[in-house]
């Protein structure tokens, strides 16, 4: 959890750097890469390896991360030298929501029982571009234990359209009801 | 039978039709972390302070901490059903309890939910746990009485509906034992009783539940506990939910009487809760708000004046000290929250005096007001005489020999009184039996009868006088007071039942 604190920090920070630079969201790519390499957990191992010298340690990321900006390096570099690469992942997801705030997107995570064909992802895409009345990034999931029909997750709130949850929903209602008329 | 299944296939055939009617936005959030009893967790933007948290599977939680990015949460139930990683979806109630008359004889926790086996509880209504007590002006001073049928109470510490008496003394001094006594004595009476044990042991709870039973007490109780083993989080949640009941009750002009044991497991509860959410700590490692804590539990206790309903709580309040250390810091803060309290000693206790209060450090700041001109009229010489009986006692311990006359009758007159204000557990006494004993006291009447024959005396005295002379009883429980007629007739029983008694 302090890691993830520490990596809200950090990326403020970049998302500042990024914003003076006009290059918020070509970094955001950048950090996209980056996260992705550091879910590799030799390349972590390495890095956090007591044994391996500091010069070597950013040779490593140099050689790994070569397509990506300068800055973002540093801020690579910077994490590697304190000892604190757990906290990229935490430096990435702040990041993107920081971004997507500045660019008046929300991202929406849709889950359905079945993989939806393009027409349907469309539909849903303009339903929740309505109810938000902001661009958005769409996501989509399938999750067979939803049983059927659509969970709509938009940021921290969940509009929660599944046949699993209308049948929960049925069972705690039948044992209240059933309960208060004995 | 038949009907009842009826009922429930209509229920579910409307359920069928109603079938996933309604869809809400809920907030959700992501455990991030968990451990002893409390979650952070990441998201719920919308949460409020004290709102149920929904884990899945029947485990609830309770939002404390609303920080920028993280919600501190106390789990309520079992915290090993809850893991990293988690969905928590918020409810939209603040915490809240069933109330109303359909608890009445049962056992629950915290929640409301039923711990006796005697299936649901039929409850209508809900309200929240956490409320603003009343304010100063739906307020009116303590007028009418609560009997405890406590002698030792009832003369001396005389308790008043709307008041908070503290019941305060080292372990088994029989603190749980004055406030069951007060719950039996209320039997056919219009008091309802909550009884809420807090981090109590289930066994003692157990115990208790019997003894009221046995005692045909808990028709008219509510017992809410939260035993030892429960979480940290429901044990803090538990008086405030058995206050909840009773304001439900105070608000429809009913008196109720409620018991919180004990306090000081209550305020442990809490720091628990509090040092592992993070808070700061104070004295004694509590939390800054320990004595909030208290004060806003025993303000909700009052009594409403009529435009309010008249309705009233009163509070016997529990705090168990360390060897008799009654200026630590629990305590301390709760003694200055009340209207008094009953001090109970393990020295009076282990030589054979109890209910073993300690005439001399109880004491009731405004139930003199309330107690009834009856009692009042026979108690008052009581508590000068035992005060200056305690103080002559220690010299006496020498021999009695070279004392003058008034110091020996002094303290004759203290172990008299002291031996009268015996009285065994779950033997209340009605007003007029305590009046009647008070009264032979009083009036002079017992000094010839031996000390080891008092209690003997007290109780044959008693079935007497309900056996020949039920007027007088008739008379005291109608009037609440002693007329000079009832004086006389009571002078005249008891003197023409001395020369019968054989002790």
């Known amino acids: 959890m302090a890691q993830q604190l520490s990596g809200q920090r950090y990326a403020r920070a970049i998302f500042e750097l990024a914003l003076e630079n006009n290059l918020a969201e070509q970094w955001g790519e950048d950090l996209a890469v980056v996260a992705e390499a550091f879910q590799d957990a030799d390349f972590t191992a390495l890095l956090k390896h007591a044994d391996m010298s500091a010069v070597g340690k950013l040779a490593a990321t140099a050689t790994v991360l070569a397509g990506v900006d300068a800055m973002v390096r540093n801020l690579v570099d910077l994490l590697v030298s304190k000892n604190s690469v757990d906290s990229i992942a935490g430096v990435y997801s702040g990041y993107t929501a920081l971004l997507d705030r500045h660019l008046g997107r929300q991202r929406v995570v849709i889950t359905t029982a079945v993989a939806l064909e393009s027409a349907e992802t469309d539909r849903i895409n303009s339903f929740v571009t309505s109810l938000v009345q902001q661009e958005v990034v769409l996501t989509t999931r399938v999750d067979e234990s939803i049983l059927g029909g659509l969970v709509i997750q938009i940021g921290d709130r969940l509009l929660d359209g599944s046949t699993k949850a209308r049948l929960d929903g049925l069972r705690n209602r039948l044992h209240t009801e059933i309960a208060a008329s004995a | 039978m038949a009907t009842r299944g009826q009922d429930i296939v209509s229920l579910i055939k409307r359920q069928i039709e109603e079938f996933g009617g309604d869809l809400t936005l809920v907030d959700v959030g992501t455990v991030v972390q968990v451990g002893d009893g409390v979650a952070s967790i990441q998201g719920l933007q919308g949460v409020r302070s004290n709102e ?180 940290a989080p429901l044990q803090y949640i538990a008086p405030y939910a058995g206050c909840a009941m009773a304001e439900e009750f105070m608000d429809q002009g009913k008196d109720v009487l409620i018991v919180y044991d004990d306090l000081t497991k209550h305020a442990w509860a809490y720091r628990q809760m509090s040092l592992l959410l993070r808070r700061p700590a104070g004295r004694e490692a509590y939390p800054g708000d320990i004595f909030y804590l208290h004060s806003r539990l025993l303000e909700r206790s009052a009594r409403l004046d009529e435009a309010s309903g008249g309705g009233s709580i009163t509070a016997l309040p529990i705090i168990e000290t360390q060897a008799g250390d009654v200026s630590a810091y629990i305590p301390t803060n709760v003694i200055s929250i009340t209207d008094g309290q009953i001090y109970l000693e393990p020295e009076l206790f282990n030589s054979g005096i109890r209910p073993a209060v300690n005439v001399g450090l109880s004491v009731s700041r405004v139930g003199g007001a309330a107690q009834t001109r009856a009692i009042r009229k026979v108690a008052g010489q009581l508590r000068l005489a035992l005060a200056q009986y305690r103080e002559l006692a220690t010299f006496a311990q020498f021999g009695t020999a070279d004392l003058d006359a008034a110091t020996r009758a002094q303290l004759a007159q203290g172990q008299l009184a002291t031996e009268v204000l015996k009285q065994a557990q779950y033997v209340p006494l009605s007003l007029a039996d305590e009046v009647v004993v008070l009264f032979a006291v009083n009036e002079g009447l017992m000094e010839d009868v031996e000390i080891e024959k008092v209690g003997a005396f007290q109780d044959q005295l008693l079935r007497y006088v309900a056996g020949s002379h039920s007027d007088i009883l008739t008379a005291i429980t109608e009037s609440k007071d002693i007329s000079d007629e009832v004086s006389a007739n009571l002078t005249k029983a008891i003197n023409d039942f001395k020369p019968t008694f054989t002790g």
């Open chain 2, 52 to 231: 149920l948290l929904d884990f899945g599977d029947d485990v609830l939680g309770l939002a404390l901490n609303l920080e920028s990015d993280i919600v501190g949460a106390a789990i309520l139930g079992d915290p090993n059903a809850v893991k990293e990683g988690q969905r928590v979806q918020s409810t939209g109630r603040i915490i809240e309890v069933p109330v109303g008359e359909a608890l009445i004889g049962r056992v629950v926790d915290p929640l409301g939910r039923p711990l006796d086996g005697k299936g649901p509880v039929a409850t209508t209504g809900t309200r929240s746990v956490e409320k603003v007590a009343p304010n100063v002006v739906s307020r009116q001073s303590v007028d009418q009485p609560v009997q405890t049928g406590i002698k030792a109470v009832d003369s001396m510490i005389p308790i008043g509906r709307g008041q908070r008496e503290l019941i305060i003394g080292d372990r088994s001094t029989g603190k749980t034992a004055i406030g069951l006594d007060t719950i039996i004595n209320q039997k056919g009476g219009d008091l309802t009783c909550i009884y809420v044990a807090i981090g109590q042991k289930q066994g003692k709870v157990a115990q208790v539940v019997g003894s009221l039973e046995a005692a045909g007490a808990m028709e008219h109780t509510i017992v809410v506990t939260a035993g030892a083993s429960d979480s």
